[in-house]
């Protein structure tokens, strides 16, 4: 009795950090839109930056009580080729700090990855260390982009109920959801790498959907 | 006792810099617009959310992936829409009410000041907030024209599934599930240009109201 209470209890403590994350991009997709149309709406992401960007993140991650449950971000990665942005690659982050200044908040991020190095990183799931990759804050929509803007790893945008959060980026897992990508392209062994290189193509049925979403690129 | 009655006075002093009485009836209810504004933006985003769903569905229904399925989804998400929709026709009507509550209320003001060129100065402001309401109005009735009629067709396609659901029904309805697809891109994009001029609209209601 007391074992299957000690479960009930560890799973319950697990939730809030596993199983309100790895969504469908079916699901994801609109709300990745929402978070996006929202920043280039109220001026938050730089436009021009986005022309320069060689892929983008398009992320909620939620924050828990440290040493309950971390944070779990849900989103998706696209990368931009001579062939124009990619589909949706489904990921998600576990734990560290990625933009959690204040346990128990939801934050909408969205990462410009400045080159084809940052890209891969994202897709091949690694573990970003707090020192591993130069991230700061992005120039606001309707700032100047300088060369160093365009030459960091990341320009990070944050969005949380107004507020503006500072960068607190690092010591996070990144994860391919693969049964979420498998299941949206109907190739059980797709890969991010061939999403991210137009090998895989958004499929005909999901295109109008995903249509929103390359038209806030623009 | 001295310390209280500094404390009591020093908040005495700071009541009218922060109290909201002292706005003027305009301003007050350009606070409520303003919010009205934002309740609109809200469920219009559920809106675009709940079509984006419709479209995945009939993607699927079209390529006969688990066509009973997704017909259900498809059922569920257009109802939602639709009440999602009647909402936003109450927000809208309570956006323009209060509109022309506030154009009353700041030319009631007007009328109040004795200057000449005073009036002329507040009167052209009140007349570049009616231009910039207009066009937004205009901008809506559009968007919600286009809904009306997007609405229609997808209220029929389920009527048409509803009475005969085959692959070849399937098949017969690709022009209009077409038709419906392209003009729910369409709307997406629309509604993503409207919410920005209503955030923009808004962002100048409020500057009227005092706060950026």
């Known amino acids: ?63 828990f009580s440290i040493g309950i449950g971390g944070s779990g971000g849900d989103g998706i990665l ?33 990462i410009l990855l400045m080159n084809n190095g940052a890209v891969s990183k994202w897709a091949a799931g690694e573990h970003f260390g707090s020192s591993s990759a130069s991230a700061v804050m992005g120039p606001k929509g309707g700032a ?32 391919i959801n ?18 991210l290189n137009h090998v895989a193509e958004v499929p005909e049925s999901k295109k109008a959907a995903m249509a929103r979403i390359y038209d806030l690129l623009k | 006792m001295k310390n209280t009655l500094f404390t009591l006075m020093a908040l005495c002093m700071a009541l ?4 909201h009485s002292q706005n003027s009836d305009s301003l007050n209810i350009a606070g409520d617009q303003s919010a009205s504004m934002n309740k609109l933006d809200d469920l219009m985003g559920r809106a675009q959310k709940r079509l984006s769903y419709i479209m995945t569905n009939l993607g699927e229904l079209s390529d006969n992936n688990d066509a009973n399925n997704n017909f259900d989804k498809f059922k569920e998400n257009l109802e939602d829409l639709v009440g999602i929709r009647s909402d936003i026709k109450d927000r809208a009507e309570r956006v323009r009410e209060l509109q022309g509550q506030r154009i009353a209320a700041w030319t009631k003001e007007v009328s109040g000041m004795t200057d000449k060129d005073m009036r002329k100065l507040t009167n052209d402001q009140i ?36 009475s005969s659901f085959s692959p ?37 209601v409020k500057g009227t109201a005092g706060g950026a």
Not at chain 1, 23 to 39: F, N, Q, T, V, Y
Not at chain 1, 183 to 190: A, G, S
Request: hydrophobic share 40%.
């Open chain 1, 1 to 63: 009795m007391k074992t299957l209470l000690r479960l009930a209890l560890a799973t319950l403590l697990a939730l809030p950090g596993t199983v309100l994350r790895a969504e469908s991009l079916d699901k994801l997709i609109p709300d990745c839109a929402e978070i996006l149309g929202r920043m280039k709406r109220e001026d938050i992401l730089n436009m021009d930056l986005v022309k320069e960007a060689k892929g983008i993140v398009i992320l909620n991650v939620t924050g």
């Open chain 1, 78 to 110: 696209m990368s931009k080729t001579d062939k124009g942005w990619s589909g949706p690659v489904a990921i998600t982050t576990d734990g560290g700090t990625l933009g959690i200044d204040v346990g128990g908040t939801d934050n909408d991020i969205v």
């Open chain 1, 144 to 175: 100047a982009v300088d060369a160093t803007m365009k030459t960091r790893d990341f320009n990070v945008y944050i969005w949380n109920k107004g507020a503006k959060l500072g960068v607190n980026f690092g010591g996070f897992d990144v994860n």
């Open chain 1, 178 to 195: 693969n049964e979420g990508n498998a299941n949206y392209y109907d190739r059980p062994l797709i890969s991010a790498k061939d999403i």
């Open chain 2, 16 to 19: 009218p810099l922060s109290g």
């Open chain 2, 127 to 162: 007349d570049a907030a009616k231009a910039d309401f207009d066009a937004l109005d205009k901008q809506m009735r559009e968007v919600g024209g286009d809904a009306n009629d997007l609405t229609a067709l997808l209220q029929d396609l389920q009527k048409y599934y509803a």
């Open chain 2, 168 to 204: 070849d029904s399937i098949k017969t309805s690709q022009p209009m599930v077409q038709k419906a697809l392209a003009a729910a891109q369409e709307m997406l994009k629309d509604t993503d240009a409207l919410r920005d001029s209503i955030n923009k609209s808004k962002k100048k």
